[in-house]
């Protein structure tokens, strides 16, 4: 397994910020960055079309500044989430934008397209794919893709109900690109985990919503703080596709969490829609994954990076521990 060299040389961490709808901004990213982890934010958070080319301008610019005053730390790169999706008709403009300003990474969701892979290869730009099964993936790569994100059960926003185990392992039967893991990975110990079955890299995004600079409601970020896996519901009602949620925010809408309708797949777009009694989902019906146990406090990003840092060690630390136990015979 080889990753490119924007993948390795400068993350302090194996570990991919997930791009969260609402959630994810400059702010976020770009802290992230400079803790050593990527940092990302779906093109469409920018709202009106335009403000995504002074989101990129703020993010290129400041991150360069950063580089330039710590030679010896520098930041990860960025990425930025498209919708392939056929509901999203800002694609072309913010891939548009993207090329301009040299995104190094673009993750592609709901749907693979070969026009716009080259698109970020002319620049020579990576694309990492998000996928809920190996079917998918193999049409992922098929298209031009460079790397994989495999969404398991237990992440956050529109998750997958494979096990990691199983879909990693299948993954790596064929593929030994760049792989990365999304699905309940809130702690040190399970980014190592995520590598240890064949992952290069973990894909974390609800540890990041309890940080000061997400752009979540302090009821939100403290819901975070106060829930655990049990407080999560996967539903398909909000959207159209299958999603974890928590289920205060189900409740707080008024809506029995136990007890949800079936989504209508046809009418799947991102926030506008549908109107579910006054509340919309990604705002007002909260996204989560189920690894939030781990989340005890609201506290910087920075912070939250420097926590996954120190777990990362010990764990590496116990688990050399362990296999001199066990040595491979």
């Given at each position: 397994m080889s990753l490119p060299e924007i993948l390795k040389s400068r993350l302090r961490l194996p570990v991919v910020a997930s791009p969260m709808f609402i959630l994810s901004n400059p702010d976020l990213v770009i802290a992230l960055c400079k803790a050593g982890v990527v940092g990302s934010f779906p093109a469409l958070n920018a709202r009106?079309?335009?403000?995504?080319?002074?989101?990129?301008k703020r993010i290129t610019e400041e991150l360069a500044?950063?580089?330039?005053?710590?030679p010896d730390r520098p930041s990860a790169p960025f990425a930025v989430n498209q919708i392939v999706h056929r509901s999203n008709n800002r694609l072309q403009h913010d891939l548009e934008m993207c090329v301009k300003y040299k995104v190094p990474i673009v993750i592609t969701s709901l749907g693979a397209r070969v026009d716009v892979n080259e698109a970020v290869h002319s620049y020579g730009g990576i694309v990492l794919h998000d996928i809920i099964n190996n079917k998918f993936a193999k049409?992922?790569?098929?298209k031009g893709a460079d790397g994989l994100i495999a969404v398991a059960a237990g992440a956050g926003g529109h998750a997958g109900v494979q096990s990691p185990l199983a879909l990693i392992q299948e993954i790596r039967e064929w593929f030994d690109g760049p792989l990365l893991l999304s699905?309940?990975?809130?702690?040190?110990d399970s980014v190592l985990a995520a590598q240890a079955m064949g992952a290069d890299l973990a894909y974390i995004g609800s540890a990041f919503i309890a940080t000061d600079e997400a752009n979540a409601d302090p009821s939100y970020k403290q819901a975070i703080v106060d829930s655990s896996a049990e407080d999560i519901v996967y539903s398909s009602l909000f959207t159209g596709v299958h999603g974890n949620y928590l289920r205060r925010s189900i409740e707080l809408a008024g809506m029995d969490p136990d007890n949800l309708p079936e989504g209508d797949p046809s009418q799947m777009d991102f926030g506008e829609k549908p109107d579910l009694?006054?509340?919309k989902a990604w705002k007002d019906i909260w996204g989560s994954g189920q690894g939030i146990g781990a989340v005890k406090e609201t506290q910087p990003a920075a912070k939250a990076v420097e926590r996954l840092q120190k777990e990362y060690a010990a764990a590496w630390a116990r688990l050399q521990q362990q296999v001199a136990a066990f040595p491979p015979k």
């Open positions: 009106p079309a335009d403000q995504l080319e002074v989101w990129l500044a950063w580089d330039e005053a710590n049409k992922a790569i098929e699905g309940a990975i809130a702690t040190g009694g006054g509340a």
